[in-house]
C-alpha cells in the first residue's frame, strides 16, 4: 500500500494536481489537509472516475480535511472524541476525519497552527494535541497512521533558521513536549529514518522566494502505530511537487506499506 499525506491548501485550485499525483505516485491511499471547502463544493468526479473513494470534511473556506482510498474506505468518523472547538460560538473545526483503508485505520490531521505563542489559539493548539493524545492512545494496538500537517518541528534540523524562529510556534518547548508525546507512547515517525538530517523539508512559505532558497520547515509527518511501522519499507518528500506555478505551500509525504 502507499500511503500519502498533503497539505493541499485548497482542493478546489488544485485539484489538476492531485489527480496527477495519484496517478504519478501511483497512490492508493491520499491524506488531504486544507482542502478549504465543503464536501459539495468538491470537484470529485475526477477522483471518482480513476477508481477513487473520497470521505471529506468542511464547513467553509479555512480548513478542511480528506481522505481519498482506492483500497476500501469503512469506518469513516470526523473529528475524534473528545475534539475541542474554536470560534464565538465555539464549535468543532474541520480538522481531523479517519477512516479505514485496506487495513489501515488513516487519520488525516490538520494540527491548529497557533498564530503567536501568547494567543489563545496557542494554548487551543496544545489542548487539541492532548485531546488527540487521549484518543490516539487505544489505536496502538491496530495498523494505524496518523498523517497531516502538524504544525511543529520537533527538531532544530527541521528549520532552516532556528534564530529566526526562536520565539515563534512551532519549534516552542509545549509544542515539540506534545509532539513526543505521541513518540513516547509508542506512535513511530515513519519517514524520518529514510529521509534523514536538515533540510528534508515539506513546507516552503510563499513568502521571498523560500521554496527556492529552500528555506523550509519540516512539519508534515506520518506517525505509525508499532505494528504499522514494522510494515514500512520505505518513504519519501516529493519536494518537486511544491515547484512551479501553482503549487502547494507544503510537499506531499509517501509511505510505502508491505
Known amino acids: 500500500m502507499r500511503l500519502v499525506t498533503w497539505n493541499v491548501n485548497s482542493l478546489r485550485s488544485r485539484i489538476d494536481r492531485v489527480e496527477a499525483l ?96 501568547d494567543d489563545p489559539h496557542y494554548v487551543y493548539k496544545l489542548d487539541w494535541l492532548a485531546r488527540l493524545r487521549d484518543a490516539a492512545q487505544p489505536w496502538l494496538g491496530e495498523d494505524t497512521a496518523l498523517v497531516g500537517d502538524w504544525n511543529i518541528a520537533p527538531l532544530d534540523e527541521d528549520v532552516f533558521d532556528m534564530a529566526q524562529f526562536a520565539k515563534s510556534t512551532h519549534v516552542t518547548p509545549p509544542e515539540r513536549a506534545a509532539f513526543q508525546a505521541f513518540l513516547d507512547d509508542g506512535y513511530v515517525d515513519v519517514v524520518r529514518p529514510h529521509a534523514p538530517g536538515p533540510e528534508v523539508y515539506t513546507y516552503w512559505d510563499y513568502y521571498r522566494q523560500r521554496y527556492e532558497r529552500n528555506r523550509g520547515l519540516r512539519i508534515d509527518f506520518v506517525l505509525g502505530s508499532p505494528s504499522l511501522a514494522g510494515r514500512v519499507t520505505g518513504a519519501f518528500i516529493d519536494r518537486e511537487e511544491r515547484a512551479g506555478t501553482g503549487a502547494s505551500d507544503h510537499a506531499p509525504v509517501v509511505v510505502d506499506l508491505d
Not at 44 to 55: F, I
Not at 76 to 103: L, T
Request: aromatic share 6%.
Open 22 to 117: 495519484l496517478q504519478r505516485h501511483d497512490v492508493d491511499v491520499l491524506a488531504l489537509q486544507e482542502t478549504k471547502a465543503r464536501e459539495d463544493q468538491l470537484p470529485l468526479m475526477g477522483l471518482q472516475s480513476l477508481g477513487y473513494e473520497v470521505a471529506a470534511a468542511g464547513t467553509n473556506q479555512w480548513n478542511g480535511v480528506a481522505i481519498i482510498s482506492r483500497v476500501g474506505l469503512e469506518d469513516v468518523q470526523v473529528g475524534f472524541e473528545g475534539m475541542p472547538g474554536w470560534g464565538d460560538p465555539v464549535a468543532p473545526e474541520a480538522r481531523a476525519i479517519g477512516a479505514r483503508c485496506g487495513g489501515v485505520r488513516v487519520w488525516s490531521l490538520y494540527v491548529p497552527n497557533g498564530r503567536k505563542v
